[in-house]
């Protein structure tokens, strides 16, 4: 089976830096992906990481550590657009698999 | 083109209806799922169609029932659905079956009276 574990909710500043984590429990493990859905729209795919280290895509960076079965998205630069939701996600027996998702709020 | 298309945007039936979700994408993949989403939860995956052969997530109702026409289009079939069934249906589609990216469409708003 798989678990994907994250908080439900995390709030920050805009202009500052958040990190929002997920830990997993899967058998046969191939990386991890995180998605960013704002109210009312689609899942959009931002990274993936299939080994350990940083991935860094403009204001996003992704971290995969797979020893810790932990990782972690990074939002730089907050901007009031980033408010939305953020999935990880794993691909198990050819399914993506989503966490419940963290519910981002940035102040003003 | 890296859109996936779904149609209707909205839709409003009663229980005893027969309504069809319809979607397309034109990026060659060669997986397109259907998943269902609830107000502050997670896409759940309903199905998955890759080479001609589905996938069932075993709790999905039979009420639901996917038709894979070609490579590019996959439907999802309502009929006799229940109020609980109201949500967010996503279509998705991956180059592969084993690619951690998915391309999702803008969904559809089902809503069951």
């Known amino acids: 089976g798989q678990s994907l574990e994250q908080p439900s909710e995390v709030t920050a500043v805009e202009g500052a830096i958040v990190q929002i984590n997920c830990t997993y429990q899967?058998?046969?493990?191939?990386?991890l992906s995180w998605y960013q859905q704002h109210d009312g729209g689609a899942p959009t795919f931002l990274s993936y990481n299939a080994l350990d280290g940083l991935e860094e895509t403009g204001r996003f960076s992704s971290f995969l550590s797979r020893s810790d079965s932990y990782g972690y998205l990074l939002l730089q630069e907050l901007q009031m657009k980033d408010s939305a939701s953020y999935f990880c996600a794993v691909n198990r027996d050819d399914k993506i698999i989503f966490g419940k998702g963290t519910r981002l709020h940035i102040l003003p | 083109d890296t859109e996936v298309t779904q149609t209707p945007k909205h839709l409003v039936m009663g229980m005893t209806n027969k309504k069809s979700l319809k979607c397309e994408q034109h990026?060659?993949?060669?997986?397109m799922y259907w998943y269902k989403q609830k107000a502050k939860k997670p896409p759940e995956l309903m199905f998955v169609?890759?080479?001609?052969?589905?996938?069932i997530n075993e709790s999905v109702p039979s009420r639901f029932s996917p038709e894979c026409p070609n490579s590019s289009l996959l439907n999802l079939h309502l009929h006799a659905l229940q109020p609980e069934d109201s949500a967010l249906y996503l279509c998705?589609?991956?180059?592969?079956?084993?690619?951690?990216?998915?391309?999702f469409g803008q969904g559809t708003r089902l809503t069951v009276v």
């Open positions: 169609y890759s080479y001609e052969k589905l996938s």
């Open positions: 899967t058998s046969g493990f191939y990386g």
């Open positions: 990026m060659g993949h060669r997986a």
């Open positions: 998705a589609s991956s180059q592969v079956l084993a690619s951690t990216e998915a391309f």
